[in-house]
């Protein structure tokens, strides 16, 4: 069974950073991209970013290009989201899902998904 876990959120100032991480089990990595997502309540869930296994960034959102990072990580069931110069507007739950073989930014094209992590930028 596939399992992702989103961790890393938490509460921070705006122009300030986090890092979130999202660890996969139950998979052979090297056949699944890793997408970062987010939500805020009453919104649709939107794409933030994806990364293939070896390392090829897809894409990221217009409203994070040049502020986020998404890398894997050197354990290749692992893969981060560095968010820097975070704004009010970044605050929502962060969801990782995997996808076999190609990346995609729309939601119903992930095949599973971790249960999010919070993050919260004051202004």
């Known amino acids: 069974e596939v399992q992702l876990q989103a961790s890393g959120g938490g509460l921070v100032q705006a122009g300030g950073s986090l890092k979130v991480s999202c660890v996969v089990s139950?998979?052979?990595?090297?056949?699944?991209?890793i997408g970062w997502f987010r939500q805020v309540p009453g919104k649709e869930r939107e794409a933030v970013s994806c990364i293939r296994s070896n390392g090829e960034k897809i894409f990221y959102a217009d409203s994070v290009k040049g502020r986020f990072t998404i890398s894997n990580g050197n354990a290749k069931n692992i893969a981060y989201l560095q968010m820097n110069s975070l704004k009010p507007e970044d605050t929502a739950v962060y969801y990782c899902a995997v996808r076999k073989y190609t990346c995609s930014s729309y939601r119903t094209a992930m095949r599973y998904w971790g249960k999010g992590t919070q993050v919260t930028v004051s202004s």
């Open positions: 139950g998979a052979t990595r090297d056949e699944y991209t």
